[in-house]
């Protein structure tokens, strides 16, 4: 029976699954060996530095992970970075198939004046940040003002904006790292704006996040209702519409009716708002 040897490099979900494609691509006449190689001393990835530690639900997928580290034939080797402790040449020499799965640890820029600026930062220093990455820990975030603004409208920015916006004190149970969760409670912010550039049907948000919204026991949401109102119509002429994309609409048009409580911290998201400028002498003071 042949048995072929497969190394993956990146030990978060893509490598995961595909160390799991592998596992359910064998039968009584094909095998694999899998070895797993990670450059950090823990595995998962973005599911353990990538997702906000208020949703601890979401991690759950970690089990799914730790059934495909127990199937026979695979193996995880951490601490072992690639280019430093083993060579991609050494690696194709030794497997018979090199998969690497190492994802992106850099963010996209935007492209506008400013952006440079002391205080503007990417989610992805941003988010393994508060997360305790231990590449990250020396991030300089600075909350000594009252409004922020999180540019993007997909999880990672409702993410982002959540954690800037909810009262500290309710991260006291979850795994926010220690000095993130100081940096949190000394906060002065307590308006925080989500732009999204293109209108509410265009929103990559997903809609448990959307509903999880009105939730917040200290923080009122508000969403305009007339770009609801404005998304449903042009969407009504687009003809057959996605079940996703209409529980969206649906979401958002709830946070917009929802009854707000007058508690002094905000969120708000804001459609077709692209930002053209970061104004600021030494720090971002303005968008």
Known sequence: MPNYKIAVVGAGPAGYFTAQA???????????SIDMIERLPTPWGLVRSGVAPDHPKIKTVSKVFEKIAKEDGFRLFANVELGKDVLLKDLREAYDAVVLATGS???RKLGIKGEDLSNCLSAA??????NAHPDFTDVKVDLDTDTAVVIGAGNVAMDVARMLAIDPAELDPTDTAEYALAVF??????KVIICGRRGPEHAAFTAPELRDLPKLEHTDVYID????TE????VE?????????KNNLEAMRLIAEHRKKGVERKLEIKFLAAPIEIKGSNKVEEV
């Open 22 to 32: 592998f596992q359910k691509a064998q039968n009584e006449e094909l095998t694999f």
């Open 105 to 107: 640890t850099t963010g």
């Open 125 to 130: 220093d941003f988010v393994p940040w508060y």
């Open 185 to 190: 409670k000394s906060s002065k912010i307590r």
């Open 225 to 228: 209702q007339a770009q609801i």
């Open 231 to 234: 998304a449903n119509l042009r």
């Open 237 to 245: 002429q687009m003809g057959e519409v996605e079940k996703d994309l």
